[in-house]
């Protein structure tokens, strides 16, 4: 008898946590008879996130108690390697899957796709998805969360038909205006000539060459472990790597005396670890206010000028009537449309975006890339976007992709 296996798509606002609690405790109550009185576990990031904290503040190596490497340490892919193996050895009855793919390159996806499909002959599995792309081949039966409801389809095709989102974009919109227009213009902002970095005698970039100029729209790609965090950390002029290295930041050489402020005033940043620091009430102006002096809150009374500023943003990202909004009650997508914008709103030179569509469902992605191409096309910021994924309808002018070698990873510009 072949097992059953559901796809169920979720969107930015759908309850996980509450949803994945009752159908672990009555399957039976949304409709997935053949998992009643069945054992289930999860597979998720969150579930990494768990071990990785008993492991950095606790010293409790759980899942990683064969071998002396830590979670921390480890790539993406090596991560959901070691969770998945853990998980199989309590012997579960039906696996939950969150998000499988989230933070994995093409390679590791297509090797946990090969391996989640065999496991699938011998277990029930329930795909919990944001992307439609992500559904497995051997999936019998499609549903989607909606509000605290599942919603059944009868085969794939009623499910792709019934699920098809309408098109928005930010195109008819103006990007406010510069609050602060710097009078010292650089064509070029960062150079980097045969820089390389290594870790315990452990090579990871090796001679990178990469010349980023002004306006430039860039996409970074690489697999998992390539030293993508490493490259960027260097740019923002965080690692200590870049001392004594042909690499300039901002028209001055690494090490030549600027400050950390130097850099930073002239990049804004977003990686979706980043919203875990807000963890207090502040309003989404104040969250916007407080991107004009790189502080996490507001210590300072804002002029007339930049609330104005921080008003014809809201306009733009029709956020009017959430202003006064506490961030934590946002949902995923409106989080990181505000961390966005509270990187761009300063007129940084550099933007950088860390894989900032990660969790998003289809609309949601596509709407996020449309507000990134319109910053690109009518800013003069330069934009370094993060992924694994080939996001629909980026517009991206170039791209720039690590790629290994026996030295370690080298750039290569398309």
């Not at 169920?8 to 109550?29: G, T």
């Not at 998992?35 to 606790?58: A, C, M, P, T, W």
């Not at 930049?306 to 934590?328: A, R």
Request: zero cysteines; proline letters at 3%; charged letters at 25%.
């Amino acid at each position: 008898m072949k097992n059953t296996h559901y796809a169920i798509l979720i969107n930015s606002k759908s309850e996980i946590k509450a949803f994945i609690k009752e159908l672990l405790e009555d399957p039976n109550r949304y409709g997935l008879i053949e998992l009643k009185d069945k054992n289930g576990q999860v597979f998720s990031d969150h579930q990494l996130n768990y071990f990785i904290n008993k492991e950095e503040r606790h010293g409790l190596k759980i899942i990683t108690a064969h071998t002396e490497q830590s979670l921390i340490s480890m790539s993406s892919g090596e991560r959901k390697k070691v969770l998945l193996n853990y998980i199989l050895k309590s012997n579960p009855e039906y696996l939950i899957l969150i998000n499988p793919y989230d933070n994995l390159d093409i390679s590791n996806q297509e090797k946990l796709r090969k391996e989640l499909i065999d496991i699938s002959k011998r277990l029930p599995l329930v795909q919990i998805i944001s992307r439609k792309e992500d559904v497995l081949p051997i999936t019998t039966h499609f549903a989607k969360i909606k509000g605290t409801n599942l919603i059944h389809y009868i085969n794939k095709k009623e499910f792709l038909d019934k699920t098809r989102y309408k098109k928005s974009d930010f195109s008819k919109y103006k990007i406010p205006s510069i609050l602060n227009q710097s009078t010292d213009f650089l064509e070029e902002l960062v150079r980097l000539k045969d820089v390389s970095v290594s870790f315990n005698d452990k090579p990871i970039l090796y001679n990178i060459n990469w010349n980023i100029k002004s306006g430039e729209f860039w996409q970074l790609i690489g697999p998992n472990g390539s030293g993508k965090t490493t490259l960027l950390s260097l740019i923002t002029g965080d690692s200590e790597k870049g001392y004594g290295q042909d690499l300039f930041l901002f028209g001055r050489k690494k090490g030549s005396g600027e400050s950390v402020w130097d850099i930073k005033k002239n990049i804004g940043y977003f990686t979706s670890s980043m919203m875990d620091k807000f963890r207090g009430y502040h309003t989404v102006e104040s969250m916007l206010l407080s991107g004009l002096h790189d502080s996490i809150g507001l210590y300072v009374k804002p002029s007339e000028t930049e609330k104005k500023l921080v008003f014809e943003w809201l306009e733009l990202l029709n956020f009017n009537n959430k202003k006064d909004i506490y961030f934590h009650e946002l949902s995923t997508l409106e989080k990181r449309v505000v961390m966005t914008t509270r990187a761009m709103i300063k007129n940084p030179s550099l933007l950088i975006l860390d894989e900032p569509t990660v969790g998003l469902d289809d609309e949601n992605a596509l709407l996020f890339v449309s507000l990134v191409n319109k910053i690109a096309s009518k800013s003069t910021t330069t934009i370094i976007f993060v992924s694994h994924r080939k996001e629909k309808d980026l517009q991206a002018q170039k791209v720039f992709e690590l790629i290994p070698s026996k030295n370690g990873y080298t750039g290569k510009i398309h």
